[in-house]
């Protein structure tokens, strides 16, 4: 019987010795551990031995043998686990030589750029920042802008609503904000004049996007409390504002327009040093019907208000044909503006 245990043994040790792989291996153990494997079959033989002598001492080779074919499944399972580990890294090894002795820094987008050079400027000519909810209530983006339901310049603005219901059951008096204009209001009531600030941010409307527009775009508003504001001071303010960020060759007009917003109203140009004009956004003197909504006697108070398109700008500072290619994240594309 102890040929048969080291014969099994050693048969056993071999086969370990030439599986090539994980799955031989599991094989293997069932086969040559299990209870129809050789030695386990010997054991049941142990009962047919005669003297206790024999008995033990094939009992204790049997265990023997197990433990040696045991510890040698662990040592091939060990060394073939690592060889399939190294195979797999080395088939996920990525080449990043060409990124070697070639550090590159990341920068701001195009957008942010201009968000943060407009913010610069108006800080510069003494304004603060200050800011307002993306998703408004119709009060605080149409109402309180004295455009009340029904009015026929909403229409212009193609709102996107947020499903809400309230509690008296009206629906969609909740939408995304369409322009940066109710933060003059939140302004007003929640600080004293004299006001001074510029709300930059993110707006939205059910715009097709083509060359000049995007559903989702960037305004900054202004908005000047105070006693005595006149139109003049809107025309200076937009002039000094044109000359710092675009640059000593531009210059600026105003245009008459019309906002319900605002009495008188202008639409807001300036003239590139080749003496074309390009149209930048809308102005004119806060309406006293606004100035009430925002908690203001207009007989004390006046002022003024502008609103532009911060992409428009980015657009047009940096000579961009097209506003959607500032959004499809081609690296190539934002890579020339770092
Ligand atoms: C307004 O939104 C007014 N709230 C501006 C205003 C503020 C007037 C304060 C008076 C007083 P308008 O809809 O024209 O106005 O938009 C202003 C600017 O936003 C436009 O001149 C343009 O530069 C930009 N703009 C408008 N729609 C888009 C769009 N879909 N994509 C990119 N820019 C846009």
Redesign the pocket.
């Known amino acids: 019987m102890l040929t048969d245990i080291t014969a099994a043994r050693d048969g056993a040790l071999a086969d370990i010795e030439v599986a090539a792989t994980l799955d031989d291996i599991a094989a293997l153990t069932s086969r040559l551990l299990g209870k129809k494997g050789d030695l386990a079959q010997i054991k049941t033989r142990l009962g047919q031995l005669e003297s206790i002598d024999e008995k033990k001492s094939a009992g204790q080779a049997i265990n023997d043998a197990m433990s040696a074919v045991s510890s040698a499944l662990d040592d091939r399972r060990a060394v073939l686990a690592a060889d399939a580990l190294s195979a797999r890294v080395e088939a996920e090894r990525l080449d990043l030589t060409e990124y070697v002795g070639k550090p590159t820094r990341g920068h701001a987008h195009l957008v942010t750029q201009a968000w943060e050079r407009l913010e610069d400027v108006f800080i510069g000519l003494g304004f603060q920042v200050a800011e307002g909810p993306e998703v408004e209530t119709d009060w605080h983006n149409f109402e309180a802008?004295n455009m009340g339901e029904g009015h026929p310049a909403r229409g212009?603005?193609d709102t996107l609503f947020v499903d809400h219901v309230t509690p008296d059951g009206k629906v969609g008096t909740t939408l995304l904000r369409?322009?940066?204009?109710p933060v003059?209001i939140r302004t007003m009531i929640e600080s004293e004049p004299p006001i001074y600030i510029v709300a930059p941010g993110r707006?939205f409307?059910r715009?097709t996007p083509d060359a000049?527009?995007?559903?989702v775009?960037?305004?900054i508003?202004?908005?000047v409390i105070d006693r005595d504001i006149t139109m003049a001071d809107l025309a200076g303010t937009i002039e000094a504002f044109t000359k710092a960020f675009f640059g000593s060759d531009f210059t600026s007009r105003l245009r008459p327009s019309y906002?319900p917003?605002?009495e008188p109203?202008a639409?807001f140009d300036i003239q590139r040093p080749d003496g074309s004009w390009i149209?930048?956004?809308?102005?004119?003197m806060?309406h006293p019907n606004v100035l009430r909504a925002g908690g203001l006697d207009p007989e004390e108070w006046s002022g003024?208000?502008?609103?532009?398109?911060i992409?428009?700008?980015a657009k047009e500072r940096h000579g961009v044909e097209d506003?959607r290619d500032m959004y499809t994240n081609d690296i190539r594309f934002l890579e020339q503006f770092s």
Request: aromatic content about 16%; proline content about 2%.
């Open positions: 802008l212009e603005f369409t322009h940066t204009s003059q707006v409307r715009d000049t527009h995007m559903p775009f960037h305004q508003e202004g908005l906002f917003f605002t109203s639409e149209e930048l956004g809308g102005c004119g806060v003024f208000a502008f609103g532009f398109g992409d428009r700008m506003i």
